[in-house]
């Protein structure tokens, strides 16, 4: 589908959507807010049992809304993740298996390009790692004149307004190389440009309101973009993808003393997270003040489990009860926080243990918007869960599948299949009774383990079809 068929395709779909609809008859038209954190473990936050970190406007969206007990990461990285919330889509599909690799291909209908059609205005902030945003220039992992393949910029995808990293920047100061304790800086030179910039449209770097934290730093951006959709009437979709507490961490002093009592480490990392508490709360804030945070919808999660194989050094997240963390198919690697909060539908101090992945956010607030989840880019791998979560039920119909490099899962409601080496061998783990992954119980349940590993190997085929084109 080349560019022309795309905008042809989404042109139709808004033709197609209206023609549906009665003079006057409108779908629900919420604003729509989506946060993602990066590298934030299950554990790193108080509406799930932390202690010790401070996020208090978190932890107020979650009695003014929904905890997603059960929530999933598309993937054990963050790329792959980022991907799926924008299609619906199993990454594995169109090759954005990792991080800096692949890109967004310009075959994929994206949601902002499908809400934009219903009268969205849409933002991207924060960090994009969906493919290069300069071809004129060296920029982060791959941006360039070397990378240019790979340039697929938010402005290309949808988006009205960019402030958009290609990929990491330290939490604070984020254009300025931090000491080599607060880790990944690579061949970078302390005090020197980091090297990755922000951008807000071709060959438009930004270079004003760049110090201090970098949370406040997106912040600042999407506030104006939610006043003027606010002061027209206009609803939005901003989505807003934190860098923190991705390395290099760095807290300021304000949020580092808040923990003075803990160790450097843990001062900057859990710090860090404060911080960015702190700008969630500011926009919580700006939308009663604008008469809007009653029909904005906002769902907040992570991109993955926590990095590093312990919390040591700046790596100091936590994955809560369950195994592994970030880079592994274990709970800890994919199963993050997650909440939503819309006080138009959804009342508060909700939990629920529904199984959803990042993958579902397209099909949902499609369904919530009244667009057919039928036309676009098939197959989807995510389903509509609204319908579940209005009637509180605890299961969903269809089966979750991951793949990360040699690791393969799938799961149903209470079963989760396994692999370590692309299928060589299965584990099986009862994930109500046993959310740990402690006791492989494959050798008790033959049959379930048949199921689940034929589902999977077809889900793996209809992949390798997608890679091959055939769903364009």
């Not at 709360?281 to 991109?303: M, P, Q, Y």
């Amino acid at each position: 589908m080349n560019n022309k068929r795309k905008i042809s395709f989404v042109f139709l779909v808004s033709f197609c959507f209206l023609g549906t609809m009665g003079f006057g008859q409108t779908p629900d038209s919420p604003n729509i807010i989506l946060i993602m954190a990066d590298d934030l473990g299950w554990g790193d936050v108080g509406f799930n049992g932390n202690e010790m970190i401070q996020t208090p406007a978190l932890d107020a969206m979650a009695q003014n809304g929904l905890v997603l007990r059960r929530f999933y990461a598309a993937s054990a990285v963050c790329s792959p993740t980022r991907a799926s919330v924008l299609t619906g889509r199993h990454p594995e599909r169109y090759g954005i298996t990792h991080a800096n690799t692949g890109h967004m291909k310009k075959e994929e209908l994206t949601l902002a390009e499908l809400v934009k059609v219903q009268g969205y205005t849409t933002g991207h902030f924060g960090k994009w790692h969906l493919g290069t945003l300069t071809v004129t220039e060296k920029d982060a992992n791959r941006g360039g004149p070397r990378g240019a393949a790979h340039y697929a910029p938010p402005w290309e995808n949808g988006f009205d307004v960019s402030f958009s990293t290609e990929s990491k920047v330290p939490t604070w100061d984020p254009m300025v190389t931090p000491g080599p304790t607060a880790g990944d800086i690579g061949k970078r030179v302390p005090g020197e440009h980091f090297g990755t910039y922000y951008w807000s449209g071709e060959n438009q770097k930004v270079t004003d309101n760049l110090s201090g934290d970098d949370s406040r730093v997106i912040m600042d951006r999407v506030i104006p973009f939610i006043h003027r959709a606010a002061e027209t009437g206009q609803p939005f979709l901003s989505v807003i993808w934190f860098h923190t507490p991705h390395l290099p961490v760095v807290a300021g002093p304000e949020y580092r003393n808040l923990y003075a009592d803990l160790s450097e480490d843990q001062q900057h990392y859990y710090g860090s997270i404060t911080a960015m508490d702190e700008q969630i709360g500011r926009l919580r804030s700006v939308l009663r003040e604008k008469g809007i945070a009653e029909n904005t919808l906002i769902l907040f999660c992570s991109d993955n489990g926590p990095e590093g194989p312990e919390p040591v050094n700046r790596t100091q997240g936590s994955a809560g009860p369950f195994r592994g963390r970030k880079r592994s198919l274990y709970e800890g690697g994919i199963r993050v926080p997650a909440l939503i909060e819309w006080p138009a539908k959804i009342d508060g101090g909700q939990k629920t243990n529904l199984p959803i992945s990042t993958s579902d956010i397209f099909p949902t607030l499609l369904g919530i918007l009244g667009i057919d989840k039928q036309k676009g880019v098939k197959p989807l791998d995510g389903a509509d869960v609204f319908p579940r979560i209005q009637e509180n039920k605890q299961t969903r119909a269809s089966t979750i599948a991951f793949r990360f490099q040699n690791q393969q899962v799938i799961m149903d409601n209470q079963f989760k299949l396994y692999s370590a080496d692309s299928g060589e061998n299965f584990a099986l783990f009862d994930l109500i009774h046993d959310p740990g992954e402690t006791t492989d119980i494959a050798a008790a349940h033959p049959q379930k383990v048949a199921a689940l590993s034929g589902e999977l190997e077809n889900w793996l085929l209809s992949c390798e079809k997608s890679n091959r084109g055939a769903d364009y």
